[in-house]
């Protein structure tokens, strides 16, 4: 039974746990202990946040490149983008080079924090003679509506002096006029497409500043400070550029980088579960597969919101195949998931254990539920 068997792997991360790739290696492992013989297709997938660059290169057996890159403070910091294994297309993870996780709590601060090094992060990829660019844009440190990274790709935002401005939200407050003349040649050629699970505009009660500035450092006032410097940044681009972006959903993600790219890159934005699972091309792989294996860090309500194991199961249920996911803790609204073609979910916790033991012991926890998954399914195979 064992050689005709065949089983697709496409987890998320665990996240500070286990990488998508560690995920899909410890499934593997469970599932070989009952089936030695059984094709596995191993698909690290993503939703767009933590991992997606990993993920995607590890799903067309590309490779990372590393380099370094100016970080959301100013200082040198290593970075990666990812080029995928069709050697056309790059994928840039934004948090790599101009993430929270970068700047120590004492020292966020959006008026300072700067996307330069995404901008040169997606410079690099296209001295490499990519085709395309897919930009995730989740965990960022800044609120400078991508004007970093602008910056980076030779777009010179000036001041009334025609001087370059200051990287830093605070910079936005003396744009007088962007040009483009000595922008990166292949931005003209490359696609663009980023990866966004939010909807947020620029500005305004649901804008970037307002929504997203405090976590990233920002006092009541720097608030307001950056909602009016980004919206004097959105005329800028539209005197100058002919692009509007202030109103468009998903402008205010990542501080307003999701605008940055649109009005710099002419990059279209889509929801990231989307965009990596085409990239992965998993409904082709999903060809002759008698079940489907996914799962992330914590399955809950919100799983069903544009995160990758419902994404994977779309896909899965076209095709008529079985999905299972599992977990590392399962959260209320977890058995709802049915209802968007999950068909069982699993915690990999076997017991009472704390959080430390937990996530050290991630991926043993996930190849024996991995196991005993394969042994129901194969009981139920054996009943029909």
């Known amino acids: 039974m064992s050689k005709n068997m065949k089983f697709v792997v ?42 997606t660059a990993e993920a995607l290169v590890a799903a067309t057996k590309g490779r990372m490149v590393t380099l370094t890159v100016t970080g959301p403070l100013g200082d040198p910091v290593q970075a990666s983008y990812g080029l ?19 700047v120590p ?14 901008g040169e992060l997606i410079a690099a990829a296209l001295d490499q003679g990519v085709e395309k660019v897919i930009v995730g844009i989740g965990g960022s440190a800044t609120v400078d509506g991508g004007a970093g990274m602008a910056q980076a790709l030779g777009c010179a935002l000036l001041d009334e002096d025609g001087q370059d401005i200051p990287r830093g939200g605070d910079g936005l407050a003396r744009l007088s006029r962007i040009d483009l003349s000595r922008r990166h040649p292949a931005v003209k050629k490359v696609e663009t497409v980023v990866a966004c699970d939010v909807d947020n505009p620029l500005t305004g ?66 929801p990231g579960v989307d965009i990596v699972l085409e990239a992965a091309q998993l409904e082709k792989k999903l060809e ?10 914590k399955l809950d309500r919100q799983t069903a919101f544009g995160k990758a194991p419902v994404g994977v199961a779309r896909l899965a249920k076209k095709h008529g195949i079985p999905v299972v996911a599992l977990a590392g803790s399962l959260g209320e609204g977890a058995g709802k998931l049915v209802e968007h073609g999950i068909d069982a979910v699993f915690s990999i916790v076997p017991g009472p254990v704390n959080l430390e033991k937990a996530m050290q012991n991630a991926g043993m926890y996930t190849s024996e539920t991995a196991e005993r998954i394969t042994r129901l399914f194969l009981l139920g195979k054996s009943s029909q």
């Open 10 to 51: 496409a987890p998320n991360a665990f996240k500070e746990s286990l990488s998508a790739p560690e995920v899909a290696e410890s499934i593997t492992a469970g599932i070989h202990r009952v089936l030695p013989d059984a094709v596995v297709e191993q698909i690290p997938v993503a939703d767009g946040g933590d991992g």
């Open 84 to 102: 995928l294994g069709d050697g056309r297309t790059a994928a840039v993870e934004m948090a790599l080079a101009s993430g929270l996780h970068l």
């Open 105 to 118: 709590m004492d020292r966020r601060d959006p008026m300072k924090t700067t996307t330069y090094g995404t």
């Open 205 to 270: 009660p649901q804008g970037a500043p307002v929504v997203y500035g405090p976590q990233k450092g920002a006092t009541p006032e720097m608030v307001r400070q950056l909602d009016a410097d980004l919206a004097r940044y959105a005329e800028s681009i539209e005197r100058d550029l002919g692009i509007k972006v202030a109103t468009v959903p998903g402008a205010g993600a990542a501080g307003g980088l999701g605008a940055g790219l649109m009005a710099f890159l002419g990059a279209r934005l889509r």
């Open 288 to 297: 002759g597969a008698d079940l489907v294996i996914t799962g992330e860090g």
